[in-house]
């Protein structure tokens, strides 16, 4: 399986949240493995994608954060990028939204 990195931009409060968190969940090396959990979760339980886009008006990105993406989160990912341009063609950085989307929704529910 081959993995894919990206980046995310975020606020500065975002990635230390985020950083806290997968230190708190999975220890120094386990960031990806958060992120991608967290994918998964927004996927199963927001499968409308309501919740991406949200605050995006007010978004300032202040950082980005790499992230390690497994073929089966990269996939997960696009697939929830679809489902979004479905709802919104014109949307942009879909990719980068879903993404904040998912680290909020986990952030909020642990």
Same mark, same amino acid.
């Given at each position: &399986? +081959?993995? %894919?990195?990206?980046? %995310? /931009?975020?606020?500065?409060?975002?990635?230390?949240? $985020?950083?806290? &968190?997968a230190v708190s969940a999975y220890g120094a090396k386990g960031k990806s /493995?958060? %992120? /991608?959990d967290a994918l998964e979760m927004l996927d199963s339980q927001d499968p409308a994608m309501t919740s991406v886009g949200f605050g995006e008006a007010h978004f300032l990105p202040e950082c980005a954060e790499q992230v390690l993406l497994? @073929?089966?989160? &990269? @996939? +997960? $990912?696009? +697939?929830?990028?679809?489902? %979004? +341009? /479905?709802?919104?063609p014109l949307a942009e950085g879909v990719q980068s939204q879903v993404l904040r989307a998912a680290v909020r929704w986990r952030l909020q529910r642990t």
């Open positions: &399986a +081959r993995a %894919v990195k990206t980046s %995310v /931009r975020m606020t500065k409060e975002m990635q230390m949240a $985020l950083r806290h &968190a /493995r958060w %992120v /991608r497994s @073929e089966e989160a &990269a @996939e +997960r $990912l696009e +697939r929830m990028v679809a489902r %979004v +341009r /479905r709802q919104d």
